[in-house]
């Protein structure tokens, strides 16, 4: 099976509310499922209500897919600039590629953070000892914008083994601080600004305080959340407020994540490109269909063409 880069400006779709009365949740956001073939994608966001949280501009939740032998991910290369990515598995493994040199397997509780800055190649497969037996993938994706100053780096690839990543037990609640500071730990995963990712396990009837934030939201991967009076049912985002000493609360055992950070201002997203500049993102669009971005090594042959 081959999977589908969806353009971000076709996901804008989803269902968003904005909770009357509720101090804690500005806006609850239930994306809708996307199945690309026997792959289920849950795109939170950007939205038309709400383009970033913090400095996150994109937010997929993949799965849970079973595959048959002889089936799997199986993405070609296409580019990125001005942003990083970050892919994060429940489930399963992706292998990684990219124009950087990178070869590399991300499997559960890893960190695969890819830095796109002046242009980035990347494809996103499976290794044959995965796919010669039925398997499940199931995971999140993430992409960040980097700050002004940031965007045009050189690009870069970061892998954080799961046991690097930070974790806590707070009032019997297993977190790990995925990036950034929280709960007096700090993640070793490469920041550009301030920056929030949070993983959580409640059981249900326990409790967890969001960490402070310029911007945050809390994610259901699985289970049911409340928060003030707001019910957040499995697979929806709310984007939470300012409002100091937030409270979550688990109706259900939940798997949790929860995102955040500073306010980078606007930007522009078209297809796989993100960037504070619109005419940045044509450069880009003009570059990969004269196929002049570096080719992903070891992977040269295919790619992805830009979407008319």
């Known amino acids: 099976m081959s999977t589908q880069i969806l353009k971000p400006d076709e996901a804008f779709d989803q269902d968003c509310t904005e909770p009357a009365g509720c101090k804690a949740v500005e806006l609850l956001i239930e994306p809708r499922d996307r199945d690309l073939g026997g792959f289920s994608v849950r795109r939170v966001l950007p939205t038309r209500q709400r383009r970033m949280v913090g400095p996150w501009v994109f937010f997929d939740h993949m799965g849970p897919a079973e595959f048959a032998a002889g089936e799997g991910v199986n993405v070609r290369p296409h580019p990125h600039i001005n942003l990083a990515t970050v892919t994060y598995l429940f489930e399963g493994e992706i292998l990684h590629r990219d124009s950087v040199g990178s070869y590399q397997a991300i499997r559960p509780g890893d960190v695969n953070l890819m830095v796109a800055g002046k242009g980035i190649t990347h494809s996103e497969r499976e290794r044959s000892e995965v796919t010669q037996t039925a398997h499940r993938l199931h995971g999140l994706q993430l992409w960040l914008a980097l700050p002004e100053a940031d965007e045009e780096i050189d690009p870069a690839f970061y892998h954080y083994p799961s046991d690097d990543i930070p974790r806590v037990e707070i009032d019997g609640v297993p977190i790990r601080v995925i990036m950034g500071s929280a709960y007096g730990e700090t993640s070793p995963v490469k920041v550009f600004a301030d920056t929030l990712y949070v993983e959580a396990h409640l ?64 930007r522009y997203m078209e297809w796989n490109f993100v960037s504070s500049r619109r005419e940045r993102i044509e450069q880009a669009k003009s570059d990969w269909k004269a196929q002049t971005f570096p080719k992903v090594v070891g992977d040269e042959e295919e790619f992805i063409p830009m979407p008319e």
């Open 203 to 266: 059981q249900a009837g326990q409790r967890i305080r969001v960490p402070e934030a310029e911007e945050r939201a809390v994610y259901v991967a699985e289970g049911e959340l409340t928060a003030g009076n707001t019910q957040i049912p499995e697979y929806a985002m709310a984007v939470l407020s300012d409002e100091p000493g937030i409270e979550l609360t688990a109706t259900r055992d939940s798997r949790i994540a929860i995102v955040g950070g500073q306010n980078l201002g606007k």
